[in-house]
Nanobody, 115 residues
Framework: QVQLVESGGGLVQAGGSLRLSCAASGSIFSLSAMGWYRQAPGKQRELVARITSGGSTNTADSVWGRFTISRDNAKNTMYLQMNSLKPEDTAVYYC?????????WGQGTQVTVSS
């Protein structure tokens, strides 16, 4: 079992920045990849960025160049640095982890970008 706890969401003006954190606990040695997803009202959940245990990353085209995913293995924490935020980035952001054949999700954190 893996537990994920997100933090760092909030309300920000367009052009501003936020950093989301996802603290992992439990059987984290089994994790092969972690990532951030988001879901806006009335839309499907979509991948924002993903990072493997080896450090390889991929980022959605919609946020490429503005968002950066990273992880601190010593702290068992993953981050999403979000810069140049746009109103269309408004969504609930979820931390995800995959390993041992299981998919784990955090509870989500709201990010609201005002115009």
């Amino acid at each position: 079992q893996v537990q994920l706890v997100e933090s760092g969401g909030g309300l920000v003006q367009a052009g501003g920045s936020l950093r989301l954190s996802c603290a992992a606990s439990g059987s984290i040695f089994s994790l092969s990849a972690m990532g951030w997803y988001r879901q806006a009202p009335g839309k499907q959940r979509e991948l924002v960025a993903r990072i493997t245990s080896g450090g390889s990353t991929n980022t959605a085209d919609s946020v490429w160049g503005r968002f950066t995913i990273s992880r601190d293995n010593a702290k068992n924490t993953m981050y999403l640095q979000m810069n140049s935020l746009k109103p269309e980035d408004t969504a609930v952001y979820y931390c995800n982890a995959f390993g041992g054949g299981f998919n784990y999700w955090g509870q989500g954190t709201q990010v609201t970008v005002s115009s």
